[in-house]
């Protein structure tokens, strides 16, 4: 097992470097000067040359990425432009915000998504297979978005029961930590309810047609049983495979949550960054992001040998 862990983090070095490269090759593509955006617009073209001149934007591209590169394997992700403060410091502050909003929207979609899933394996090519599956696809269907204007307008502007924008720190208040996350966690995890019902339910499909469930079912093993403990079991891995690919997305896809709700997390620091060219914020935050995905595929890898027995990591 620990050469495993060994071997995928050897692994995702190069893969980190990549992410790395093209991040910064993208950033330097779009338009737009942050020297300007700095300077302001009333500022002359001395003033903006010098603040290139001091942000070191005047050096070739190339230059630039290898003075970065080095940077990084010394731990140093840079200094943001518009904040005036390390790149590190500022993700820091906000990434309890994320993870909070992920793992909160995680711990709605899990037991949701498998129980819906279920549901309409076992009552396959009924009236509730079809609602639940009608109710999947409107959830991967309509935008989040959408569905998070709507939720302020009910549930925050007419019904006053939940706060409209804003974050209440954890130790602060659970309660006002759990009323300012609940409503942006539900909309995050509409999608992936919707997601991982479909997904579980093929699994499940079949699993249900194999030849062993029918033989439990002629010895008259109990439903809940050939249900739980034959069937669901041996869904296991694919229902770990799509939690993780979930965790990822939720992790890096609360862009536009944050943004709606005024979230002060990773995502909306993000958006800032691209809007103001801040580069250091953007490539050390699509860096950090990158991490996550190649942590959780290396925690997928794990979970597989507790969840099968069939697999061994030699």
């Known amino acids: 097992m620990l050469k495993l862990i060994a071997f995928r983090i050897a692994q995702a070095i190069p893969v980190m470097l990549v992410v790395a490269v093209l991040t910064f090759l993208l950033m330097h593509l779009l338009p737009g000067d942050p020297a300007t955006i700095i300077a302001g617009d009333q500022a002359d073209q001395a003033s903006i040359d010098q603040i290139r001149r001091d942000l070191g934007l005047d050096r070739p591209v190339p230059v630039q990425l290898w003075h970065w590169i080095v940077n990084l394997a010394q731990g140093d992700f840079g200094r943001s432009l518009m904040l005036n403060q390390a790149v590190a410091d500022a993700v820091k502050e906000r990434l309890p915000v994320t993870l909070s909003l992920a793992m909160l929207a995680f711990a709605i979609t899990l037991p949701f998504g498998i129980a819906f899933g279920v549901i309409a394996a076992v009552w396959r090519d009924t009236w509730v297979d079809s609602a639940v599956m009608i109710l999947a696809l409107v959830g991967v269907s309509v935008p989040n978005f959408w569905i998070a204007i709507l939720s302020v307008i009910l549930f925050s502007v007419t019904l006053g029961w939940l ?106 620091l993000l958006v800032q960054a691209i809007m103001a060219r801040d580069y250091p914020v953007v490539q050390g935050t699509m860096l950090l992001l990158g991490f996550a995905f190649v942590f959780i595929n290396i925690l997928i890898d794990l979970i597989y040998a507790y969840v099968d027995p069939r697999v061994r990591y030699d």
Do not use: C
Not at 236 to 242: A, E, I, N, S
């Open 163 to 268: 706060p409209s924008a804003g974050y209440v720190p954890l130790h602060d208040s659970f309660s006002g930590w759990l009323a300012s996350l609940i409503q942006p966690a539900v909309v995050l995890a509409l999608f992936q309810i919707g997601y991982l019902a479909r997904m579980t339910r093929s699994a499940m499909l079949d699993v249900l047609d194999q030849d062993y469930i029918r033989t439990a079912r002629a010895k008259g093993v109990a439903v809940n049983t050939i249900i739980v403990k034959h069937a669901f079991r041996n869904t296991l891995m694919q229902v770990v495979t799509v939690a993780g690919y979930i965790l990822s997305l939720l992790i890096g896809g609360s862009v536009v949550i944050e943004q709606i709700f005024a979230l002060p997390g990773i995502g909306r």
